[in-house]
Every structure is written in structure tokens, then in C-alpha cells.
């Protein structure tokens, strides 16, 4: 039978009823005008429409959609654009520093310090600066060296071959050995006539060891292993190893070994002394070559940004011993002192650079900063070092910045100025932090709501409205598709149940009561746990979690199925259905299923509500959807944290409200229709 | 009635067994090398009384993991059915230990909010139901959608907004203050109620909604029924009306329903708990199970599905057992 429309029906018989009784005005009780029927679908709609609740739940899911999936066309940011800003901020500007550390310079053609030498330079260098010594003497392994005061803060190290010279002072020294197996001395450290002859007497005497005296020297002598002695010589006095040197060489040794220095001058010689005990070993340093100058003065050129040859450093320190003219680099320079300070001037006169103990850089090292500001730096450091004061300020003119924390640059290219407050303060280290305020390029962290951002940005520098329009869109997305998937399981499982029975039924009906009882949230979270473990991609675990809950939703509409089916499939209709030999397949989905379609979008749509809390909850807890993707869950976890919940509540609040709102709309929606398709269980 | 008790509780056993398998294969598929890494890490724990290849035999054989998913299934459902649950891999402790460590606070906060449900939701219910398209029937309407639509999270974070960040009147988290030790018996009693106070409001706030509901529903059939029309026909007065006759009948159903969440108060509130770090047994299997502690997690499934069809027994029983006119079979 064709479809009959009622309305259309009626409306021809009013048209023939016109068209005959025109003219006449009075209306009768069953006149068309006063009947209208309408079909089953525009019944629902309006008794839908009549709903206030729903009605506006309706408003608000159009909304919502409009937001979600049209918003972010029209919308200028994406979810995972960073934004940065110019902020002037009080940052870390430069640093002064007093050095106390001695840097070695090689002296070009000079000869080479030993490594361990070298190494304990800066204790030598203190010590010497402590005992007040101009001049000390180092033995190295295989060079001896000189290390002498230039001038202050200056100084050179020379090297040279050595030989010994002689021992002082009373002590012992070994000799060597003696074997019984040779009767001769082995391994001697130092030829004694009559040794041998001496010790053979005394071994006579006592095989265990004692002593015996020859040409006024004390010898002891003790049994060591296999048939020997060790020979040892009790020194007393003065005693060369080669020939004797005149008593002037002895009256300056006195003397050194008086003052307790390491070595001395005599006759042009160099001399270094080695204390060992309570003896002294003295060698002769033949000829001194000079090796490396060690400094603490730092080079700082009156021009920023000029280098300075290391060639031109050193020649400029061997200056410093008497001041006044030299040459580097085939010019001519002149050095003069000024204080703490050297001052070097070139040929011409005009003021070069400076040799200072006190460093003044940029934090980050570079030494770009003005000569006058790192004078006056260095000025207020002293006076604060002096005065005790832990922090003090001083006023300088930094070059001027634009609004994006570049230099502003007059017409003639030269640099705008500025004065800017620069706060010192004293480390417990010891050296001057120097603060300011400057531009700089930072990430826009938590800004405040304003035009540009209407609901401001986050701890990462996204925007809040572009992540919570991408955030619904996961969100609506993810509630459709699990809604779908379960829907679409529970149809098929309760339809066939419902329909064949038996043990079907039973079978699908404890499957479904095992589903029923299987914890969801639990496996929710064990499966985010275990995504987490394996760092999987965040578009596969949105996948695997929409797949979860679909599969863990189906029972309840399976039930739901069932007991629809059940009760329809004794309806006269599904007989006729039989009856007319219609194929089991179009029975259950062309006849039974549209007739369960109403409950079916109601469970449905409370559904989408029940699936969009669990995937916010879920992505809250760090566990469904992950950063950089946005959800309105990640949302709200990013300023989850104590501090971040009281200062960025602009962030949580509106996004708390749409999951709110939304959910809501879902349910009064769902309540709607319900309501609208069966008015007898409106309660 | 005895013999379908024991139908049920037949069917339940065997519900259970393959919804603990279920549970097990998906344990079972943790991230390989699971096992070694968590019998490292136990090695080397301080303390630790075992070495690292102790520990692997000792978790292998607890777990059966070396016999199979279906093998090492029966090895766990043997273990578990002689009440030997293991040793929890997070709280180093016997997991039943832990459990009984835990219940009684989930239990507390459970329970107390659950009577503030009944005594809040009931009545708006009732009066709900009573004044049917008045203001206060549209009210109460929205605001149970309202409670039912808020996010758990949503609720505890703007509690904790207004009641710790702004007024400063209770602790964000946590359920012991900072003085805990120095009080007395009595005041470490009121200090932990003080900290229960807002997961109590968050959880009464979620779940008061459902009852609301569901009792306006019930009470509006039973408003309808025919021997409410005959009792006011007869002139009954309507207050008689209201509580004898039409709330003895909306019990059946609430009595029903309530029966059968009396189960879950143990089960620990997951979300509620791990947000306000109350240390009740949903909080301890929420920690477990981002640790992936197996023992922990099997043995809390299992009691949370045992809970869920014991309530489902009991509901269905107390159905019978209040409406004589329902014969169960």
C-alpha cells in the first residue's frame, strides 16, 4: 500500500468543500480548519518543542557544536601555537669579580713548565704573595724553575736544567748498599774513599749493623736482604757532592737557609735550596729561560669588542716589571700604572686597554659590556666591598630598547641611551651580580584575559579559547564515537538474543552480565597506565580509548534491546511478518529495530553525556587523551595544582562550565525525548 | 526464595570467574619485561630481603606467569580461593593487609555520605514529586541534572577552590593536619572528620542527583495510582495521604535500590578519594594501578565485582522481600 498522508487527504476535501459551500462564513465543529493531524514525527517534535529544559539544552548543543567545530575556522590560533611576548623583566645583566685565580701565559719562543708544575702555580703564587718572597724557587721532575714577582699581580716563571751542588744541615743521607757477595759498595749514591774497608771492619765487629766513624763522618749501617748492608751517612755541616765552592757561595747559602728562602743568587748563578728534613739539598740552576707569565689582571679594551692578541697580553705583562715603553706587534706601546690598574697606550698616545684584577662581563661571559660602565661597576663593587654593604645601585645609561627587546638606533647608526638603575649585590662567593631591567622574548605564560587572548593563555603559552574550541572537538567526538560503537554492539547483540532466545539468550545475556559487572573505570585507568608505559602516540591512545569504552558500554543497551524485542515480537505485526515469509535479517532490522528507535536515541543521547564526564575525568587524571592534544579534561589538569587553581582560575573555570553545560544539555535533551516519544510515561 | 538464592549466587561465581579472566589476560599483557623490572626494582629497594632473581622465580611463580595466560589464571584463582592474595608490589605489604589498612576510612566516608544522600534527596524528592510542574518541581529537576552532570573533578577542584584557596577553612588534600601527632585521641578524631569534609560534600554532591530522580519518578507513579485517587476520594487528609499511603509504596523501589548500593560503600570512592589523597582503599588501588601493582589491582578488581553482584543480589532480593506481591523464581 502507498504512503496515505492524512493531511494531504484533508486538505483536497477542504479544497472541494470550499469550492462549494463558498460564502458561507460560520464555522462548523468539523470543519478542516479546526482539525489538523499531524504525523507521528512532527507529534514528537512539538511536544519536544513545548519542553522548556530541553529547548534550551538544544540551544546549548547547537552552540556547542557551532563552538567546537565551526569556531576554530574562524578563530586565528591553533591548539598548538606557542606564543611569546616581550616583557621587561629584572634579569641577571653582568657580574664583577675580583680575580683570584692566576692565569698562565706562554711566552712566544719561551721554554715549557712541566704540567705539575704548572698546576700548583696559584699555590706558589699564594704563598709567595703570603710570605712576601720576590722571588722562589720550584724543582720539577726533570727542570728546575724560578718563579719571580714582575710587579703586582705579575709574575714570571723561568726554567732551567739543574745539577746538585751540595747538602746542608744535619740529617741523614743515604749511601748505598753494601753486599757481602762483591765486598763492594752498589748503587752508590756518593764515592767515600775507604768505605769499603771501613764497613768490612765494622761488619767484623757486628754482623747485625752499628756504626762506625771515617774521616769524621758518622756511618750507620743495617742488615738488609741477601747478604747486604744499607749504608746511610749522617750529614752534619756542609758537604759538596763535587768540587768545594768558595765561602762567599757559603755565606749566601747561610743566608738563604736563615731566611728560610728556596734558593739564592751568587756570582750570577742561580741557586734553589730544597728543604728535606732538617737538611737542605742545593742545586745550581745553570740558565734561566723565561717560560710562562702568570697574571690575575684581566685585559679590558677601552673600545668594546676589541681583541687583543695574546702576543700583545704577554709583552704588555713583562712590561709591568719596570714600566714605560715596549714594542708588540712590531708597535710601539706604553704602560704605566694607575692604581690597581695598568694603563697601555699606543704610539699615538690614546688609551688602548687596561690590565685589571676586576672582571666585569655579561652574565653569560661575553665581554661586550662599555669600558666606563665597567669602570663604574667596578668602582661601586670596591666601594660596597669596603663599606660592608651587601647590595647598592648605581645609575648608567644602557642603550635604549624597542618594545620587541632590540637596540634603538638613531638615523646615524649610533645608540640610543637610556639611564637605567642597576642594582649590585654581593654573593656569599664573593662577586657582584648586576641587575636590570631589560627586554627580553619570553613564552606568554599565563596571561591574563585580554583582547588578544580572550580567555588569556596557559603554562605553556597556548591560547585558552584555541584549546578549548580543539579541546570540545575531541571531547564531542569522542562521546559520538564510543555512543555509536556501543550503540551499534548493543543493537546487534540484543537483537539477536531478543529475537532467537533460547541459548542465544543465554549465551549473549551472561555475556552481558559479565560486562555489566566488569569495574570500567579501573580498566580505564590500568589501560592508560599501561599506554603511559609503552609512551604510546596520543592519537593512537584516543583510538584505543574510544575502542574501550564502546566495548565496556554495550551491555546496558543490549539489555535494553532485548526487552524491547521481547515484548514487540509478540505483536501482531512481527506474526505478519513470519507469516509473510519475510528473511530473519529484515525482520530484526527493518522491523523490530526501528520500532525500538526512540529508546534507543534516548539511551543514546544521555549516554554521550555519561561518555564525555569519563573522557574528561580520564584525561584530568593524565591517563586518556595527552598534551599537546587539548581536551577539556587536560585542560583543567594543566592548572590543577594549588598555586595554579587560586591565580589562573580564568583557565579552569569556563572550561569546568562547558563540561557542565554540555552534559547537562546532553541529558535534558535526552530527558526531552523521552518525554516527546512516549507522553504516557511523562511523570 | 532459597533455592534462587542459590541460583544466583551460582551464577554470580561463574559471572565472576570470567570477569576476573578478563581482567587477568589484560594484566597479563602489561608491558613486556613487566616483571623483571619490578622484581629489579624490589631487589634493590632499601630493606629489601630478597635478591633480583629471587624475586623474578618468587613473582613468576606467584603469578604464573610461566605457565600461560589460561595456565597462570587457574594458578591465580587457586592462590586467591585459599585467601593467599601475595604481597601488594607498591605498599610492600600482604595485600590484604593493605585492604584492611584502607576499608574502613573508604567505609566512613562512603557510608556518612551516603546518609546525607538518603536525607537530602529523598525529601526534595518527595515535595519534587508532591508540587509536579511547580517552581520548586522544575528546581529541583535542574539541580538534580546539574549534580548529575557535574564532573567529579570539576566539583572537588571548585570546593577546593573556594574552601581551601579563598577562605583557607580546610586543608586542599590530605587527611591528617600538620599537628596531627600532637593531639589528643579525640582531637586526632575531629582533625581527620575536618579533612573528610570536603570529599563527604563532593561525593554527596554527585550522587544526590540519581536519588532525587529516581524517588520524583517513583513518587509520581505511585501519585497516579488508583488507590491514592480512592484514598483522597475518601477524604483522607492529604498528609495521611502523602506518607502512609503513597510513600509506603515509593519505599519499595528506593528501599530496592538503596539495598543494593549497600555493597559499594566499601568499594572506595576512585576519583574522590585520589583527589582529596584521603587514604581509603580507592585512593590505594588508584596508586596501584598507575604502578601497575597486579596483586593490588586483582585483588581489588575482584572485591569491587564481588560487591557489584552481591548488590544486585541483594536488590533483587529485598524486592521480594518488601512486595509481597513479587514471587521470585
Redesign the interface.
Given at each position: 500500500m502507498n504512503s496515505y498522508n492524512l493531511n494531504e487527504v484533508l486538505k483536497a476535501r477542504e479544497a472541494a468543500g470550499q469550492k462549494s459551500a463558498s460564502g458561507d462564513g460560520s464555522v462548523k465543529l468539523d470543519d478542516i480548519s479546526r482539525v489538523k493531524v499531524l504525523s507521528p514525527g512532527r507529534q514528537v517534535f512539538k511536544r519536544f518543542i513545548r519542553n522548556r529544559l530541553a529547548v534550551f539544552g538544544s540551544v546549548m548543543l547547537i552552540l556547542m557544536f557551532m563552538f567546537s567545530f565551526l569556531g576554530p575556522l574562524f578563530y586565528p590560533y591553533g591548539q598548538k601555537q606557542i606564543f611569546y611576548k616581550y616583557e621587561p623583566r629584572n634579569i641577571d645583566y653582568g657580574m664583577v669579580k675580583e680575580n683570584t685565580a692566576y692565569t698562565g701565559y706562554d711566552i712566544e719562543g719561551g721554554a715549557a713548565v712541566e704540567r705539575t708544575v704548572n698546576n700548583k702555580m696559584n699555590s706558589i703564587i699564594k704563598g709567595m704573595l703570603s710570605s712576601g718572597e720576590q722571588a722562589l724557587f720550584v724543582m720539577g721532575e726533570g727542570q728546575g724553575y724560578r718563579v719571580e714577582k714582575l710587579a703586582n699581580d705579575v709574575y714570571l716563571t723561568s726554567s732551567s736544567a739543574f745539577e746538585e751542588v751540595c747538602s746542608y744541615g744535619s740529617g741523614e743521607s743515604v749511601i748505598g748498599t753494601y753486599s757481602m757477595v762483591g765486598k763492594k759498595i752498589e748503587n752508590a749514591k756518593k764515592q767515600v774513599e775507604g768505605l769499603e774497608a771501613a764497613i768490612q771492619d765494622a761488619i767484623k765487629q757486628d754482623a747485625k749493623g752499628g756504626t762506625f766513624e771515617l774521616d769524621g763522618v758518622m756511618y750507620t749501617y743495617s742488615r738488609g736482604k741477601a747478604k747486604s748492608y744499607e749504608i746511610t751517612a749522617s750529614i752534619d755541616g756542609l758537604q759538596y757532592m763535587g768540587e768545594a765552592l768558595d765561602e762567599g757561595f757559603e755565606a749566601a747559602l747561610d743566608g738563604a737557609i736563615a731566611s728560610d728562602a728556596s734558593g739564592f743568587e751568587y756570582g750570577g748563578t742561580s741557586y734553589a735550596a730544597v728543604k728535606n728534613g732538617d737538611s737542605w739539598l742545593v742545586y745550581r740552576l745553570s740558565e734561566l729561560v723565561p717560560a710562562r707569565v702568570y697574571t690575575r689582571l684581566t685585559v679590558s679594551t677601552y673600545e668594546v669588542g676589541k681583541k687583543v692578541s695574546t702576543q700583545l697580553n704577554v709583552a704588555a705583562l713583562l712590561a709591568t716589571a719596570q714600566g714605560g715603553d715596549f714594542e708588540a706587534e712590531g708597535q710601539k706601546w706604553h704602560i704605566e700604572r694607575k692604581d690597581a690598574e695598568w694603563i697601555v697606550t699606543d704610539a699615538s698616545g690614546s688609551e688602548f686597554m687596561e690590565l685589571t684584577p676586576y672582571a666585569v662581563r655579561r652574565y653569560n661571559g661575553d665581554d661586550t659590556m662599555e669600558y666606563g660602565l665597567k669602570k663604574a661597576l667596578t668602582e661601586k663593587a670596591l666601594e660596597m666591598a669596603s663599606s660592608g654593604d651587601k647590595t647598592g645601585s648605581i645609575t648608567y645609561a644602557l642603550p635604549m630598547q624597542t618594545e620587541t627587546g632590540e637596540y634603538m638606533v638613531n638615523e646615524d647608526g649610533s645608540l640610543n641611551y637610556q639611564d637605567t638603575e642597576l642594582k649590585l649585590s654581593q654573593r656569599d662567593t664573593g662577586e657582584f651580580v648586576v641587575n636590570c631591567q631589560q627586554i627580553i622574548y619570553v613564552i606568554n605564560m599565563f596571561d591574563a584575559p585580554s583582547g588578544e587572548h580572550l580567555l588569556g593563555t596557559d603554562g605553556d603559552g597556548f591560547d585558552v579559547l584555541a584549546r578549548i574550541m580543539y579541546g570540545g572537538r575531541v571531547s564531542l567526538m569522542v562521546g559520538f564515537v564510543v555512543v555509536f560503537l556501543e550503540t551499534f554492539l548493543g543493537v546487534i547483540m540484543g537483537g539477536l538474543s531478543g529475537y532467537y532466545g533460547g541459548w542465544v539468550d543465554m549465551l549473549i545475556m551472561r555475556l552481558v552480565d559479565i560486562f555489566y559487572c566488569l569495574p570500567s573505570m579501573p580498566i580505564m585507568i590500568i589501560l592508560g597506565a599501561m599506554m603511559d608505559a609503552l609512551r604510546m602516540d596520543t592519537y593512537i591512545r584516543l583510538l584505543i580509548m574510544m575502542a574501550a569504552l564502546g566495548i565496556m558500554g554495550w551491555a546496558g543497551v543490549a539489555r535494553l534491546v532485548r526487552g524491547q524485542i521481547l515484548t514487540l515480537r509478540e505483536q501482531e505485526f512481527m506474526v505478519a511478518t513470519e507469516a509473510t515469509g519475510i528473511r530473519v535479517k529484515d525482520r530484526i532490522f527493518h522491523h523490530l529495530v526501528p520500532n525500538i528507535m526512540p529508546q534507543l536515541i534516548v539511551q543514546a543521547t544521555m549516554g554521550m553525556g555519561g561518555v564525555i564526564l569519563t573522557e574528561s575525568t580520564l584525561s584530568f587524571l593524565g591517563l586518556g587523551v595527552k598534551h599537546p592534544l587539548a581536551t577539556w579534561g587536560t585542560i583543567i589538569n594543566s592548572v590543577s595544582s594549588a598555586s595554579a587553581m587560586q591565580h589562573y582560575a580564568f583557565i579552569w573555570i569556563p572550561v569546568g562550565l562547558l563540561i557542565c553545560i554540555t552534559v547537562i544539555a546532553f541529558n535534558f535533551v535526552g530527558d526531552g525525548l523521552r518525554d516527546a516519544y512516549d507522553p504516557k510515561a511523562k511523570r | 526464595m532459597l533455592k534462587y538464592t542459590v541460583k544466583r549466587l551460582v551464577?554470580s561465581v561463574?559471572?565472576?570467574f570470567?570477569?576476573m579472566f578478563?581482567?587477568y589476560v589484560?594484566?597479563y599483557n602489561?608491558?613486556s619485561g613487566?616483571v623483571e623490572t619490578k622484581a629489579r626494582e624490589l631487589a634493590s629497594r632499601p630493606g629489601a630481603t630478597k635478591s633480583y632473581a629471587e624475586w623474578l622465580a618468587d613473582l613468576n611463580a606467584q603469578y604464573g606467569m610461566d605457565k600461560g595466560v589460561v595456565g597462570g589464571y587457574f594458578v591465580w584463582l587457586g592462590n586467591a580461593v585459599r585467601g593467599n592474595w601475595g604481597d601488594s608490589w607498591v605498599w610492600t605489604i600482604p595485600v590484604t593487609q593493605e585492604f584492611h589498612n584502607t576499608v574502613w576510612y573508604s567505609f566512613a566516608l562512603g557510608f556518612v555520605s551516603f546518609i546525607f544522600e538518603i536525607l537530602i534527596a529523598i525529601p526534595l524528592g518527595i515535595t519534587a514529586?508532591r508540587k509536579?510542574y511547580s517552581f520548586t518541581d522544575?528546581f529541583t529537576?535542574?539541580v538534580a541534572?546539574?549534580c548529575?552532570?557535574?564532573?567529579?573533578?570539576?566539583v572537588a577542584?571548585?570546593l577546593?577552590?573556594v574552601f581551601?584557596?579563598?577562605l583557607g577553612w580546610f586543608d586542599?588534600s590530605g587527611m591528617q593536619g600538620r599537628d596531627y601527632m600532637t593531639l589528643t585521641q579525640f582531637g586526632k578524631f575531629l582533625d581527620v572528620a575536618k579533612h573528610f569534609v570536603m570529599p563527604l560534600i563532593t561525593l554527596t554532591i554527585i550522587s544526590i542527583g540519581g536519588l532525587m530522580r529516581y524517588t520524583?519518578?517513583n513518587m509520581?507513579?505511585v501519585l497516579?495510582a488508583d488507590y491514592i485517587r480512592t484514598a483522597r476520594a475518601k477524604g483522607v487528609p492529604e498528609r495521611k495521604v502523602i506518607n502512609k499511603h503513597a510513600f509506603r509504596n515509593t519505599f519499595i523501589p528506593l528501599v530496592t535500590m538503596l539495598g543494593g548500593t549497600l555493597p559499594g560503600l566499601f568499594s572506595g570512592a576512585?576519583?574522590t578519594e585520589?583527589l582529596f589523597s584521603i587514604r581509603g582503599i580507592g585512593y590505594a588501588?588508584?596508586t596501584s594501578?598507575?604502578?601497575?601493582d597486579i596483586p593490588f589491582?586483582m585483588f581489588?578488581?575482584a572485591f569491587?565485582?564481588i560487591l557489584?553482584?552481591l548488590g544486585n543480589l541483594i536488590s533483587d532480593l529485598l524486592y521480594a522481600a518488601v512486595d509481597p506481591r513479587v514471587r521470585l523464581s
Open positions: - | 551464577y561463574l559471572i565472576l570470567f570477569v578478563i581482567i589484560l594484566m602489561m608491558p613487566y514529586a509536579q522544575y529537576t535542574v541534572m546539574v548529575i552532570s557535574m564532573p567529579t573533578f570539576f577542584t571548585v577546593k577552590y581551601s584557596v579563598k586542599l520524583r519518578t509520581l507513579e497516579n576512585l576519583i585520589t588501588s588508584y594501578m598507575t604502578q601497575a589491582i581489588y578488581l569491587i565485582s557489584t553482584l
